[in-house]
T-cell receptor, first 118, second 115 residues
Framework: DTAVSQTPKYLVTQMGNDKSIKCEQN?????MYWYKQDSKKFLKIMFS???????INETVPNRFSPKSPDKAHLNLHINSLELGDSAVYFC?????????????????FGPGTRLTVL | GDSVTQMEGPVTLSEEAFLTINCTYT??????LFWYVQYPGEGLQLLLK?????DKGSNKGFEATYRKETTSFHLEKGSVQVSDSAVYFC??????????????FGPGTSLSVIP
């Protein structure tokens, strides 16, 4: 059984379009994340949700909007796609992110969604 | 703020060679330290971790020791295999004065092992 799954695996679209990437985890974790990985493999955190509450919102254009309908799902919607949005987007989850308990900080990553904007 | 620095890649080694990937960090608190590995076309997965000073994490022949005095967590393996070819990320988890831990990843080091 897949622990963290993402759909779609590949997404090719035109500039200006709106698209969504879905993420689901079946680990019973409280915290979920979205990361962007560029062509040089640099990993940048975008958002973090804990129990459906937004905890981390890094400097990301407001064209990116995360939505967490329940704690097992964290979807990413992107409006008005730009060429620079082309990257691999990873969803991840951890048991929680409460301070003081490092045993719950291990992150479990999905397989990634490769977004190509033409 | 907290940060993680890794040696720049790519690193190319022959099979059975000794591997060291350096990682140093800066942190305001007492972070936990991690190594994640990303095989081609896949997401990251935890390789090993250490939660306090002098702890040694180990897995699949890889080891790393949490050195508080040098703020380092270098990854080592005595004899690499072609299947170890991947990108390796050092990371830390720290409270940073809030109620939540924040995880920070290093830039990654690409390793290629040739037969």
């Amino acid at each position: 059984d897949t622990a963290v799954s993402q759909t779609p695996k590949y997404l090719v679209t035109q500039m200006g379009n709106d698209k969504s990437i879905k993420c689901e985890q079946n680990l019973g974790h409280d915290t979920m994340y979205w990361y962007k990985q560029d062509s040089k493999k640099f990993l940048k955190i975008m958002f973090s949700y804990n129990n459906k509450e937004l905890i981390i919102n890094e400097t990301v254009p407001n064209r990116f909007s995360p939505k967490s309908p329940d704690k097992a799902h964290l979807n990413l919607h992107i409006n008005s796609l730009e060429l620079g949005d082309s990257a691999v987007y990873f969803c991840a989850s951890s048991q929680d992110m409460l301070a003081g308990d490092p045993s719950t900080d291990t992150q479990y990553f999905g397989p990634g969604t490769r977004l190509t904007v033409l | 703020g907290d940060s993680v620095t890794q040696m720049e890649g790519p690193v190319t080694l022959s099979e059975e060679a000794f591997l060291t990937i350096n990682c140093t960090y800066t942190a305001t608190g007492y972070p936990s330290l991690f190594w994640y590995v990303q095989y081609p076309g896949e997401g990251l997965q935890l390789l090993l971790k250490a939660t306090k000073a002098d702890d040694k994490g180990s897995n699949k022949g890889f080891e790393a020791t949490y050195r508080k005095e040098t703020t380092s967590f270098h990854l080592e393996k005595g004899s690499v295999q072609v299947s170890d070819s991947a990108v390796y990320f050092c990371a830390l988890s720290d409270q940073e004065g809030t109620s939540y831990d924040k995880v920070i990843f290093g830039p990654g080091t690409s390793l290629s092992v040739i037969p």
